[in-house]
């Protein structure tokens, strides 16, 4: 017995070794050359890609994204649109009502690899190749497209002509390889929402009419002029996408964060109070990025551009593409939003299809804080706990018993509106919970070494788990399964036992199925308290307090346990109340059972 656990022992000793040190990851160059034509919004174009397979798979396939024939009647973009319950408001059946010089596509004229012509399929917005030659573990390829495209009128993020009169929006734009990863290809088709793709460095140009100004991804390289025509060359290194735009009407500021990037800013002086929002905007994103770099870890790239264009807000490489005609609140918490995306996604690429709320959660919950810390004269955030109206949208969704766990594909969800709770909402709320579960010095703690471990990498939800367990101590597994596996809730009630000699009996009890540490604030008459805090025994570990909080560690709860007791010395001081959580952090569904007022 005794020997054969030793065996079992090394084993998975060995075995946890190999999957630590196990790690890898796709990389791609490309070299993007395109020539575009305003007239008719449409644009030729060639690309060379070098392709490394750093995995320890031999290839015999490679997958593309096409992502402009999302742009067609009957895509599963549109069909999907028309069936769903409640569709974006910006898609309904739009995309059905295109006519045929408004839908977007793709078209390839030629794909070699290393000089040889191969064969492929396009499945709607998928090009699935059948390679010439399989790639071999550590080795590479190289692949050259020729392809036409037209650019759509906008429908969802990218396209031609926004409600803001902005020409070009120029997201998901070009084909792009799919990524290969620990769980295989993700060669997921274009729906709604996920992007995911290998790290890589872009070498772009673009021919575009001598009118037009050119914001992208990346430092712009070289401007030529040839006839009527600029030609706009932009480099960008360790990226995992490009983005750009154009209008002829941009106007173009610029201004450095100190220790941080150059920040760019492109808009249309549409109106003087939209002007007047846009130059405000400049010095509070300064102020805000060495927020970022000192919160959440140092911004690494040498430039950043917030541009007008697009649908709303959407975060890219070294750039977001904002609507402009906003009130400056409005304005500033979009601009903070997906400037934080930089953060998470843009920097940690987790794959959004599977989990979107590590990068909307986390980039909501990111927000939340920089609005609390840096403009809340402008936001007016709850003292106690300034994610309060999350946690109340959660509550509030919870009524129509719609809610899928956060395992599920973003183009699964049932309802976009549980999609948007389980990753903005569930997400932040994730993040500001794990606070109240091992502290808030050891979040912002592990949020960095988080940044510092994973940057340029692609994290999943153990990547992170693992951090913050060896930040804190406490083993979180169980957090993670319940709150990002499940749909259950948490909800615990109080209650009081008669006072017999001088000791008053607390009872406690789990009524809601997520087990939670639990911390009991018990006030007196004369205006003292102290905080019982009970521990999980699966937490296996204890929260770090701020030293100037009163705290009694009592003994572990067991989560099979329904109820939990303990007493409390009333002899020199009479309990005034009892309340669980008064940080407000803890999701519990139900506070009218978390508190109790004992002396009148
Ligand atoms: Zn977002």
Request: proline content about 4%; hydrophobic content about 35%; overall charge negative.
């Amino acid at each position: 017995m005794h020997k054969k656990f030793s065996i079992f022992f090394i084993l998975s000793f060995l075995s946890i070794n190999l999957i630590g040190s196990s790690y890898w990851q796709q990389k791609v160059k490309y070299k993007i050359n395109i020539s575009f034509d305003v007239n008719n919004n449409q644009f030729s174009g060639t690309e060379e890609i070098i392709y490394y397979n750093n995995s320890p798979d031999t290839l015999n396939k490679i997958f593309f994204h096409l992502y402009f024939n999302a742009f067609q009647p009957n895509s599963m973009m549109d069909i999907r649109s028309r069936n769903i319950i409640d569709p974006d408001r910006r898609v309904m059946d739009r995309i059905y009502n295109l006519d045929k010089d408004e839908i977007g596509y793709h078209r390839i004229k030629s794909l070699k690899q290393d000089e040889n012509n191969l064969t492929y399929v396009i499945e709607g917005t998928i090009l699935e190749v059948e390679l010439f030659e399989p790639i071999r573990p550590n080795d590479s390829s190289i692949f050259s497209l020729e392809f036409y495209s037209q650019v759509p009128k906008q429908i969802r993020r990218s396209g031609r002509n926004n409600k803001e009169g902005i020409e070009y929006s120029m997201a998901q734009w070009f084909p792009k390889i799919a990524e290969y990863d620990r769980q295989g290809w993700h060669a997921h088709p274009y729906i709604a929402r996920e992007f995911y793709a290998p790290w890589g460095n872009f070498d772009v140009s673009i021919s575009i009419n001598k009118k037009y100004v050119v914001a992208a991804t990346g430092v712009l390289k070289n401007l030529e002029e040839y006839k009527n025509y600029n030609t706009w060359n932009f480099i960008a290194n360790n990226v995992h996408d490009f983005v750009w735009a154009a209008d002829p009407d941009y106007t173009h500021d610029k201004i450095q964060v100190p220790n941080g990037p150059l920040v760019s800013f492109y808009y249309q002086n549409n109106s003087e109070s939209m002007n007047e929002n846009w130059k405000k905007l400049q010095n509070s994103i300064v102020e805000a990025f060495q927020f970022f770099n000192i919160t959440f870890g140092k911004y690494p790239y040498p430039v950043y551009s917030v541009i007008q264009a697009g649908d709303g807000g959407m975060e890219y490489p070294m750039a977001t593409l904002i609507t402009g005609e906003r009130s400056f609140p409005s304005l500033l918490s979009v601009t903070i939003h997906e400037v934080l995306h930089s953060w998470y996604q843009m920097i940690l690429g987790t794959n959004e299809s599977y989990f979107a709320w590590m990068d909307e959660g986390f980039a909501s919950f990111a927000q939340n804080r920089t609005q609390f810390i840096l403009f809340n004269d402008i936001y007016k955030l709850d003292s106690v706990n300034s994610l309060k109206n999350s946690y109340q949208r959660y509550f509030k969704f919870l009524e129509k018993d719609i809610e899928e766990p956060l395992t599920t594909h973003s183009d699964h969800f049932s309802t976009n509106e549980a999609y948007g709770v389980a990753s903005y909402t569930k997400g932040a709320i994730f993040l500001s919970q794990l606070g109240y579960i091992i502290g808030n010095e050891n979040l912002f703690s592990g949020l960095r070494t988080y940044f510092n471990k994973w940057k340029f990498k692609h994290p999943d939800k153990y990547d992170f788990i693992r951090i913050m367990e060896k930040q804190s101590e406490i083993e979180l597994d169980w957090y993670i399964d319940y709150w990002i596996g499940t749909t259950h809730k948490i909800d615990y009630a109080v209650s009081v036992n008669d006072e017999k000699n001088n000791l008053i009996q607390i009872d406690l009890s789990r009524v809601g199925k997520i087990p939670m540490p639990l911390e009991i604030v018990v006030k007196y008459s004369d205006e003292t308290k102290d905080i019982f805090y009970i521990p999980l025994s699966i937490m296996r570990g204890i929260k770090s307090f701020d030293s100037k909080i009163n705290v009694h560690v009592l003994s572990d709860w067991n989560w099979v346990n329904p109820k939990y007791s303990f007493k409390v010395d009333t002899k020199k001081r009479k309990i005034y109340s009892i309340e669980i959580d008064s940080s407000m952090k803890m999701a519990d569904v139900d506070r009218s059972n978390n508190y109790l007022l004992i002396e009148k």
